[in-house]
Nanobody, 118 residues
Framework: VQLQASGGGLVQPGGSLRLSCAAS????????MGWYRQAPGKQRELVAV???????NYADSVKGRFTISRDNVKNTVTLQMNNLKPEDTAVYYC?????????????WGQGTLVTVSS
C-alpha cells in the first residue's frame, strides 16, 4: 500500500486548506482511511477517519470545522479544513488500515505540513 498526500501549506487563522491523499497498491476492500497529525513535541493524534462504508470519526478539537470525505472508486480521501487555528499547526499524515485493525497497523503517507500563523 502506498499513500500519496498533497495540500497543506501556510494559512492565516480563520483560513481554509484542503488535504488530499491517494492510495494505491494492494488496498483492502473494507478499510479505514483518514488523517492524523503531529505537532512539535507532541504525540501523533487522530484528526478524522472514515470507513469504506462511510462512517466518520472526528477528534473533538476539529468537529464543526473539518470535514472528511472519500471516493471509494478512486481510493482517495480528502480533508477540508475551515476556520483553522494556530493549534492546528502540525504535520498531517494520511493513513489507511484494514477495517477492524488497530491503529498500529496503519499504513502512513509521507506527511504534509500545515502552518496556521498570522
Amino acid at each position: 500500500v502506498q499513500l500519496q498526500a498533497s495540500g497543506g501549506g501556510l494559512v492565516q487563522p480563520g483560513g481554509s486548506l484542503r488535504l488530499s491523499c491517494a492510495a494505491s497498491g494492494n488496498i483492502f476492500s473494507v478499510n479505514v482511511m483518514g488523517w492524523y497529525r503531529q505537532a512539535p513535541g507532541k504525540q501523533r493524534e487522530l484528526v478524522a477517519v472514515v470507513t469504506s462504508g462511510g462512517f466518520k470519526n472526528y477528534a473533538d478539537s476539529v468537529k464543526g470545522r473539518f470535514t472528511i470525505s472519500r471516493d471509494n472508486v478512486k481510493n482517495t480521501v480528502t480533508l477540508q479544513m475551515n476556520n483553522l487555528k494556530p493549534e492546528d499547526t502540525a504535520v498531517y499524515y494520511c493513513c489507511l488500515r484494514r477495517a477492524g485493525a488497530s491503529v498500529s497497523n496503519n499504513y502512513w503517507g509521507q506527511g504534509t505540513l500545515v502552518t496556521v500563523s498570522s
